[in-house]
């Protein structure tokens, strides 16, 4: 399905498809000043439901902070959420470093628009992890 790309004006900001004002948080605008929510919003103009609609500026800004923040909060967090899943005792195909590496290439990948890097990057995680198994499940 194709979707809408917001108009922007001079600043660089997105334009309110109802009152014709760039916003750098155009979503939040709609929601104070109309009275819609994120997602009427969208689909009312066709815009990706999945995708945020901000200013460049801020979306750089945004980038900028996620990068300079995915040691200390990004990446323990990550590995929290995983610990349920990713990291069993005696599973000797993955290790933290190994996530961790994946994890920054694959995000770097995803933020440069480089799908194929970030295809590239898993498939070979998935030969290191299928070259380093010998017994995930040892039987006891």
């Not at 979707?3 to 660089?12: H, I, S, T």
Request: net charge positive.
């Amino acid at each position: 399905m194709y979707y809408k790309e917001p108009e922007l004006n001079k600043k660089g900001q997105p334009l309110c498809e109802i009152c014709k004002v760039g916003y750098d948080r155009l979503l939040r605008h709609v929601s104070h000043r109309h009275g819609m929510n994120a997602a009427e919003y969208k689909n009312k103009f066709g815009y990706n439901p999945r995708k945020g609609i901000t200013s460049k500026k801020l979306a750089l800004k945004a980038r900028e902070n996620a990068l300079k923040n995915f040691n200390s909060v990004i990446m323990p967090n990550l590995i929290i959420g995983g610990i349920k899943t990713r990291f069993k005792d005696g599973n000797i195909a993955t290790n933290k470093e190994l996530v961790s590496i994946n994890g920054r290439e694959t995000m770097n990948a995803y933020w440069e628009g480089r799908r194929e890097l970030q295809e590239e990057v898993i498939a070979t995680l998935i030969k290191k992890l299928s070259s380093g198994i010998r017994n995930i499940h040892p039987s006891s």
